[in-house]
């Protein structure tokens, strides 16, 4: 099992920025490099959508609804994964979550497969972003 445990939401004013992070945990072993993670949001009564995500080598994949505000990062050392938000929106408000799945499991490239709920086995148990 890969534990996930994320901090760093909050309240902010339009325009301002904010940093998740998320930090994995699993039975002896465990090794985050071989994971790829991702960040995905989810608003009230919705699906959750799947907004940034990074590979075991470090290549990121966004949404667009993000490009250029996000910046997803890792830091294998300290098994831990950001999500660096800027320029944050109202509409950037939601439940955010990160997600791991060992890499070996996909069958391609993020970038091809889409950042999709059903890849990821492994979640956190969210932060909450407001943005006014």
């Known amino acids: 099992d890969v534990q996930l445990v994320e901090s760093g939401g909050g309240s902010v004013q339009a325009g301002g920025s904010l940093r998740l992070s998320c930090v994995a945990s699993?039975?002896?072993?465990?090794?985050?490099?071989?994971?790829?993670v991702a960040w995905f949001r989810q608003y009230p009564g919705k699906e959750r959508e799947g907004i940034a995500a990074i590979d075991y080598e470090g290549s990121p994949t966004y949404d667009d609804s993000v490009e250029g505000r996000f910046t997803i990062s890792r830091d294998d050392a300290k098994n831990t994964m950001y999500l660096q938000m800027n320029s944050l929106k109202f509409e950037d408000t939601a439940m955010y979550y990160c997600?791991?799945?060992?890499?070996?499991?996909?069958?391609?490239?993020?970038?091809?497969?889409?950042?999709?709920?059903?890849?990821?086995?492994?979640w956190g148990q969210g932060t909450q972003v407001t943005v006014s």
């Open positions: 699993g039975y002896l072993g465990f090794k985050f490099e071989a994971y790829s």
């Open positions: 997600a791991a799945e060992s890499s070996a499991r996909f069958p391609a490239p993020l970038e091809v497969l889409g950042i999709m709920e059903d890849l990821f086995s492994w």
